[in-house]
């Protein structure tokens, strides 16, 4: 089965300074890993998404993750945080709920604070 | 432009009543998906829709039922509404059932149960 685990409730940074959200994923085959994004009150949006192709994604706003098999790790990274960042990130991976393709499973979320 | 609404985008409702919430997708995606979500779960599957007709239960489907007329549409039905389902609501679509397919939310409904 599938699972994805985001290491951190909460972080908070300053602005200018870099962003690390830390994503561990479990699964008994090559997965797809998704980062989406919500703002407050806002529904879902797809930052990246990892598909066996380059292990280093490139996403949207300047973010990127990298897919390290050997640590079973999606981490999001942005060198410098901007105010419009804060917002919570969801770390997730595709699943395989009931034998059935096509669900996503989602870690319980990273809530980022960026400070001025 | 395609997109994914939901209605109503707020709604309070008595404990016992049916509610139901609408999800419509103008992408033309066969595969349709309603979530919840609550503080310190993420969002959890309610059920989902491979096609019209084809309806699946997921991972927290007691006490919901969809159903699927149309491709456009896949209502959310709280047959009779706890204080338990208090919750924002998530429909997603998705063109196919590859894994690395992109799912596309609509705005969620914030449903309270009073």
């Known amino acids: 089965a599938q699972s994805v685990t985001q290491l951190d409730s909460h972080v908070s940074v300053s602005e200018g300074t870099p962003v690390l959200l830390r994503c561990n994923y479990s699964?008994?085959?090559?997965?797809?890993l998704f980062w989406y994004v919500q703002h407050p009150n806002k529904g879902l949006q797809l930052l990246l998404k990892y598909t066996s192709a380059a292990t280093l994604v490139k996403g949207i706003n300047g973010f990127e993750a990298e897919f390290k098999k050997s640590e079973t790790s999606f981490h999001l990274t942005k060198p410098s945080a901007h105010m419009s960042d804060a917002a919570e990130y969801f770390c997730v991976v595709s699943g395989n709920y009931g034998g059935s393709q096509g669900n996503l499973i989602f870690g319980k979320g990273t809530k980022l604070s960026v400070k001025p | 432009d395609a997109e994914i609404t939901q209605s109503p985008r707020h709604k309070i409702t008595e404990t016992g009543r049916q509610v139901t919430l609408a999800c419509h997708q103008t992408w033309n995606h066969n595969n349709m998906f309603w979530y919840r979500q609550d503080l310190g779960h993420g969002l959890r599957l309610i059920h989902y829709?491979?096609?019209?007709?084809?309806?699946n239960k997921g991972e927290v489907s007691d006490g919901y039922s969809v159903s699927r007329s149309n491709t456009e549409d896949l209502p959310l039905t709280l047959e009779s509404a706890a204080s338990s389902q208090t919750s924002v609501y998530f429909c997603?679509?998705?063109?196919?059932?590859?894994?690395?397919?992109?799912?596309?939310f609509g705005p969620g409904t914030r449903l309270l149960v009073l």
């Open positions: 699964s008994s085959y090559s997965p797809s």
């Open positions: 997603a679509s998705s063109e196919s059932l590859a894994d690395q397919e992109t799912q596309y």
């Open positions: 829709s491979y096609g019209v007709q084809d309806t």
